[in-house]
T-cell receptor, first 115, second 109 residues
Framework: EAGVAQSPRYKIIEKRQSVAFWCNPI?????LYWYQQILGQGPKLLIQ????????DSQLPKDRFSAERLKGVDSTLKIQPAKLEDSAVYLC?????????????FGEGSRLTVL | DAKTTQPNSMESNEEEPVHLPCNHS???????IHWYRQLPSQGPEYVIH?????VNNRMASLAIAEDRKSSTLILHRATLRDAAVYYC??????????WGAGTKLIIKP
């Protein structure tokens, strides 16, 4: 079974530029998450999708971050314009079903460096 | 804010058992206890989760205190590949997970 795919793995941009990250979850997984992980910290949830609807985006900085999951499958996270403090690893995770189940599957992450 | 407290780091010898503690004194009756680990330059990986009873799987065991205010992740025989950051996380009924900084486990050969 293929895992969660993310791209690009690495991205370096100047501040005020824009960037987009792509995630393809495990086939059939209804729930998709985007996390931000700053060096030395645990992951912080940015947004959670259930199929193509948003469940929680309370910690998403909506003035610069946006995310979509149009067909309930893959998802894109965009940052525009980027700030220095956005330097982090952006992790995508997925989970099967809508009932409580024990396991999130994570991708390897996309590392963003903002100069 | 993270609702769990873990030591910043722990060391253990290879091939010995490891007990990773976690305090969660504000746990509610419906919160699950999850453990994930993160190897360097990788995404987190599920280890185990439980609600009230102790749990075992092929990776580890989870011992939950009777009052549920603390738990311990047990790796029965640590290998060098178990060196990672281990996160103890509470998950509410909506599966909202709030991650802390975790425990960095160092395995000495």
């Amino acid at each position: 079974e293929a895992g969660v795919a993310q791209s690009p793995r690495y991205k370096i941009i100047e501040k005020r530029q824009s960037v987009a990250f792509w995630c393809n979850p495990i086939s059939g997984h209804a729930t998709l998450y985007w996390y931000q992980q700053i060096l030395g910290q645990g992951p912080k949830l940015l947004i959670q999708f259930q199929n193509n609807g948003v469940v929680d985006d309370s910690q998403l900085p909506k003035d610069r971050f946006s995310a979509e999951r149009l067909k309930g499958v893959d998802s894109t996270l965009k940052i525009q314009p980027a700030k220095l403090e956005d330097s982090a690893v952006y992790l995508c995770a997925s989970r099967a079903g809508t009932e409580y189940s024990g396991e999130l599957f994570f991708g390897e992450g996309s590392r963003l460096t903002v100069l | 804010d993270a609702k769990t407290t873990q030591p910043n780091s722990m060391e253990s010898n290879e091939e010995e058992p490891v007990h990773l503690p976690c305090n969660h004194s504000t746990i509610s009756g419906t919160d699950y206890i999850h453990w994930y680990r993160q190897l360097p330059s990788q995404g987190p990986e599920y280890v185990i989760h439980g609600l009230t009873s102790n749990v075992n799987n092929r990776m580890a065991s989870l011992a939950i205190a009777e009052d549920r205010k603390s738990s311990t992740l047990i790796l029965h025989r640590a290998t060098l590949r178990d060196a990672a950051v281990y996160y103890c996380i509470l998950g509410d009924s909506n599966y909202q997970l709030i991650w802390g900084a975790g425990t960095k486990l160092i395995i000495k050969p």
